[in-house]
T-cell receptor
Framework: GENVEQHPSTLSVQEGDSAVIKCTYS??????FPWYKQELGKGPQLIIDIRSNVGEKKDQRIAVTLNKTAKHFSLHITETQPEDSAVYFCAASIGANQAGTALIFGKGTTLSVSS | EPEVTQTPSHQVTQMGQEVILRCVPISNHLYFYWYRQILGQKVEFLVS????????KSEIFDDQFSVERPDGSNFTLKIRSTKLEDSAMYFC????????????FGPGTRLLVL
């Protein structure tokens, strides 16, 4: 089955710096890769996702890149702000056209942005 | 904006007792999921549900677990005889078939088994 590895487990940056979180996956059939942000005591909130037919996707300060050959994908946050501080999870699934489509999550990255 | 809701937010129970966790998925979503997160660990898939039957389940989802959609709005997870290791945050998620893979998560129910 699918296995998702995520690094680093913790990341501390200064406000305004960029943050990069990396994930690798094992199942070449995976074709959908979402990123979730989880704040303390809340459920995961989708912040961006990418499908395997796309190499990069950007939404304001957040971007995700995907390298299907190497089976890794990364989250890039630019101009970080204190409110970006949270736990970030990457996930992978075999995606579309399947009713099940379980998301397999990485272990999470705790991002701390200090002002 | 529509949201997935879950009740209760917290549940404390004695080992061996049955618990039912409730979820109201986003209206018009057709695919439903339960995940759990043990404190400090990653989110783990339990089960997916579509067209009134289980589509997929993980090895965690053993005979002690069951899911049901008792009416047109609720989606429930029952743990028949709770164990200490069932203590976790349980998340419900739902998916809109028009948007393929995107799953929206509820705020979770924190279950503590004593």
């Amino acid at each position: 089955g699918e296995n998702v590895e995520q690094h680093p487990s913790t990341l501390s940056v200064q406000e305004g710096d960029s943050a990069v979180i990396k994930c690798t996956y094992s199942d070449s059939a995976s074709n959908y890769f979402p990123w979730y942000k989880q704040e303390l005591g809340k459920g995961p909130q989708l912040i961006i996702d990418i499908r395997s037919n796309v190499g990069e996707k950007k939404d304001q300060r957040i971007a995700v890149t995907l390298n299907k050959t190497a089976k890794h994908f990364s989250l890039h946050i630019t101009e970080t702000q204190p409110e970006d501080s949270a736990v970030y999870f990457c996930a992978a699934s075999i995606g579309a056209n399947q009713a099940g489509t379980a998301l397999i999550f990485g272990k999470g990255t705790t991002l701390s942005v200090s002002s | 904006e529509p949201e997935v809701t879950q009740t209760p937010s917290h549940q404390v129970t004695q080992m061996g007792q049955e618990v039912i966790l409730r979820c109201v998925p986003i209206s018009n979503h057709l695919y439903f999921y339960w995940y759990r997160q043990i404190l400090g660990q990653k989110v783990e898939f339990l089960v997916s549900f579509y067209n009134n039957e289980i589509s997929e389940k993980s090895e965690i989802f053993d005979d002690q677990f069951s899911v049901e959609r008792p009416d047109g709005s609720n989606f429930t997870l029952k743990i028949r005889s709770t164990k200490l290791e069932d203590s976790a945050m349980y998340f419900c998620a739902s998916r809109d078939p028009r948007y393929q893979e995107t799953q929206y998560f509820g705020p979770g129910t924190r279950l503590l088994v004593l």
